[in-house]
């Protein structure tokens, strides 16, 4: 299906100089002279090369159709992520190293959405928004919240996010799977 290149989102797969991408991140830049253009980051399908590549909002590009899966995470053992189909409980198997950073978010259990072309896992979507425990950042100074300024933080996958000021070491906070931000806490 071809849609104009503004268009483009994270997860979506796309055909362009003749090979299968998934995008990855997207970025729209507004100069101050000329048209807007997308910047792209992109994974080749077959090799799993990364490129960055910029469209202008004018071209058209062409988005493939995929089925979407229901799996759900089971486990990871070494290099490799196993998820079940949940119709047909078949296992699929796909390298961590394929998901990227957003690997860190799983968690046993998780439902997750698969991304398939013609039989081949292209994809994984992650659900937007995770539950995890805040495990290091710095002590709560009363008054401190005078602006609203973040501190860091380092959350129980690993990652680091920055997290407001009243939120302690050993809380629960929900996290957007998109960018690691902070959202609220868990409830």
Same mark, same amino acid.
């Given at each position: 299906?071809?849609t &104009? $290149?503004?268009?483009?989102?994270? @997860?979506?797969?796309?055909?362009?100089?003749?090979? &299968?991408?998934?995008?990855? /991140?997207?970025?729209v830049? /507004? !100069?101050?002279?000329? @048209?807007?253009?997308? +910047?792209?980051?992109?994974?080749?399908? $077959?090799?799993?090369?990364?490129? *960055?590549e910029?469209?202008? =909002?004018?071209?058209?590009?062409?988005?493939?159709? =995929?089925?979407?899966?229901?799996? &759900?995470?089971?486990?990871?053992?070494?290099?490799?992520l196993?998820?079940?189909? %949940?119709?047909?409980?078949d +296992?699929?198997?796909i390298?961590a190293?394929?998901?990227?950073?957003?690997?860190?978010?799983? %968690?046993?259990?998780?439902?997750?959405?698969? *991304?398939?072309?013609?039989g081949?896992?292209?994809?994984?979507?992650?659900?937007l %928004?995770?539950?995890?425990?805040?495990?290091?950042?710095? !002590?709560?100074?009363?008054? &401190?919240?005078? #602006?609203?300024?973040? /501190?860091?933080?380092?959350?129980? *996958?690993?990652?680091?996010?920055?997290? !407001? !000021?009243?939120?302690? #070491?050993?809380?629960?906070?929900?996290v957007?799977?998109?960018?690691?931000?902070?959202?609220?806490?868990?409830?």
């Amino acid at each position: 299906m071809k849609t &104009q $290149a503004n268009n483009i989102r994270p @997860g979506w797969i796309i055909e362009h100089n003749g090979k &299968q991408w998934t995008v990855m /991140k997207t970025m729209v830049t /507004k !100069p101050g002279k000329g @048209g807007a253009f997308m +910047q792209v980051e992109m994974r080749d399908l $077959a090799s799993g090369n990364k490129t *960055n590549e910029r469209f202008r =909002s004018e071209d058209t590009i062409e988005k493939l159709t =995929s089925e979407n899966v229901d799996c &759900q995470f089971l486990y990871r053992d070494g290099d490799t992520l196993y998820f079940m189909n %949940q119709e047909t409980y078949d +296992q699929i198997e796909i390298p961590a190293d394929f998901m990227g950073e957003s690997v860190a978010f799983l %968690q046993d259990g998780m439902g997750v959405v698969a *991304n398939m072309i013609e039989g081949k896992v292209v994809n994984i979507e992650l659900p937007l %928004q995770v539950v995890c425990t805040v495990v290091e950042t710095e !002590p709560y100074l009363k008054g &401190q919240t005078v #602006t609203t300024s973040y /501190k860091p933080a380092i959350l129980d *996958n690993g990652l680091r996010t920055t997290i !407001p !000021p009243f939120v302690t #070491t050993g809380e629960k906070i929900v996290v957007a799977t998109a960018d690691c931000s902070y959202v609220e806490r868990a409830k």
